[in-house]
């Protein structure tokens, strides 16, 4: 039998492995429910070693490899935190594929598999220490630096780029010409649009759930975008069951308000992040709506377009990254 890899991406909710030909092309891929949030809610990472165990058994058998097959297996993501297998420490930016390959450690873990896993670490702004004086320009990843990485090697931007992961906690990531991470912006914006979806008075405006992509509406996206941008996010949100109570709007016209809201707050903080630097384009990865909201919510407020990576792309980034890195 020929030889092949692993690739484990694991972040805080979901675990994938994929399994590499000796050519390092895609076989296969399984997915598990649940990463390092188990690890939280236990107290200890036994379920991660065991959900992993059993991703690994089960994609190599289903493909007819055995352990003694994987000449190679690499992870990134949570799974190199604190609540993961092993704690590797930040890359500091600016950090390239070359850095975080040599930044990359190995360890054994017997009771997961007989071959060793080799972690990629994630990158932070800066070096040093973090006070109140320099937090606001903190930032910090573990996973979407391999995607970023990936998403660069894909579109080969000619310029600096700004690549948008948009996701429970959105994640923008500067990158220069040369493909390396200056340094990246977290919001918990989806966590925020989750939370006034649920559990506030726009509840029943909304009808309690997210705008469908088939049913998303740019119009309303940016109006949301806009009022957020001139009111703020609460006055913004309330103005939505102005527009369902007395304007009489559906449901999904005020879900799609409501997103353009919320990630206006964004875009905000994003042209903070740029700064001055009028030749970076922005390139937003990720699912509708959500990508389409972003791009919207760009023109509204910046007067600008960003660039929608195709799903296709969007879905190989981080396999792309992690073979950029260490293979």
Known sequence: MSRCALVVDCGTTNLRVTLLDENRRRLDAVSAAGGVRHTAIDGNN????TMLRESIETVLARNGYAMADVEKCVAYGMI????????????????GADDLRAAMQERAFEDIAPFPIAFIPGVRNFAGPVDLTNFSEM?????????????????????????????THNKFVSMDAQGRILGCMTSISGELLDAVTHHTILSGAVGGSFVRAEEYDAEYAMAGARECAVSGLGR??????????????????LQSYLLGAVLALDVQAMQSFVGDREDVEAYIAGKAPLQQGMCDVI?????????????ELSSQMGLAGALEIAF
């Not at 609540?83 to 420490?89: A, H, S």
């Not at 996973?143 to 600096?160: F, M, Q, S």
């Not at 913004?236 to 016209?253: C, D, N, P, S, V």
């Not at 023109?299 to 799903?311: F, K, N, R, Y």
């Open 139 to 167: 930032d910090m990843m573990r996973g979407e630096e391999v995607e970023a990485i990936g998403l660069h090697r894909l579109l080969a931007p000619r310029g600096a780029a700004m690549f948008v992961l948009p996701g």
């Open 46 to 49: 036994s379920r991660l070693r």
């Open 236 to 253: 913004a949100a309330f103005a939505g069951r102005i527009l369902q109570t007395l304007g009489g709007k559906e449901k999904a016209k």
């Open 299 to 311: 023109a509204a407020l910046c007067a600008g377009e960003a660039v929608q990576v195709s799903p």
């Open 80 to 95: 190199t935190s604190a609540l993961g297998l092993v704690e590797i420490p930040h890359v500091p930016a600016p950090a």
